[in-house]
């Protein structure tokens, strides 16, 4: 078995891999052991997805949508105290109710004495409207050769030719090594973050996650993903997103997830 980043023998790798990180509310799309080895499986989860996790774009967007991690603790969200001037952390607990402390703990004395002092106060939190393009491109295309990867995993033969496809280096490369250069994106919201759908055997529920994959008429393949409802387009061959752009043209700017 190789693995289908580094391309060097897996067979003794025993990390089962994410497609999307469990802390976006991910249970059910894993790949196997080996399809991703050990060593690229740590780096993702430290490298890319842990600091991705960890911006303000991501830790608002799970505050806002109560997206707890795996140990079922909620994300603090930074924030200013506008009257004592203090950075601070509000965090959603267990029960539901609001913790509220000093980002630094120097502050706080200065928080606590202002909060005793006054009958109301102020907390400003600025909202971060997109991810970090360079770590959210490579996330995009991690996320993009491991979704070939479980479509075609229980196919003979369906792995190598992922590994042994010199089409897919580019972008294999760029998400296990990185570049200066970002591999664009195409990024639009196709839906409101807190959306409700509804089904008849589940009732209403909120979709954290989808993704598929666009094989278009000029034979250029694209991961399309959905976070909270923003969609997520990269091309897997080449560093550019005009070919998306004529699909959208041509299909009156549906979404590929919705076909
Ligand atoms: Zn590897």
């Known amino acids: 078995m190789r693995c289908i980043f580094c391309k060097s023998d897996s067979s003794s790798s025993r990390s089962v891999e994410h497609i999307i990180p469990e802390s976006l509310g991910n249970t059910e799309h894993v790949l196997p052991p080996g399809v991703v080895c050990d060593s690229c499986n740590n780096y993702f989860g430290g490298k890319i997805e842990q600091p991705l996790l960890a911006s303000g774009f991501f830790t608002q967007v799970r505050a806002r949508n109560n997206v707890a991690n795996k140990k079922g603790r909620f994300p ?36 606590i004495q202002n909060i005793l002092n006054s009958t109301r106060g102020t907390i400003i939190i600025p909202i971060e409207t997109e991810p970090n393009r360079l770590q959210f491109s490579r996330f995009l295309g991690k996320v993009a050769i491991e979704v070939l990867a479980e479509r075609l995993c229980h196919l003979p033969g369906g792995l190598d030719e992922i590994v042994d496809k010199t089409e897919l280096d580019p972008l294999r490369y760029y998400a296990r090594r990185g570049n200066s250069n970002v591999w664009p994106f ?26 598929t994959l666009l094989y278009t008429d000029n034979f250029e393949l694209f991961l399309v993903l959905a ?16 070919g998306y752009l004529d699909w959208l043209q041509k299909n009156g700017g549906r979404s590929p997830l919705y076909s």
């Open 76 to 111: 603090p969200v930074e924030g200013i105290h506008l009257q004592s001037g203090t950075q601070v952390n509000l965090e959603r607990d267990k029960d539901n109710s609001l913790s509220l402390y000093p980002v630094h703990d120097r502050d706080g004395a200065i928080l």
């Open 227 to 242: 976070l909270f409802g923003v969609e997520y387009t990269i091309n897997m061959g080449e560093p550019h997103i005009s």
């Open 186 to 211: 195409h990024m639009r919201r196709i839906y409101p973050e807190d959306c409700h759908f509804f089904a008849e055997d589940v009732g209403y529920y909120e979709l954290l996650h989808e993704y």
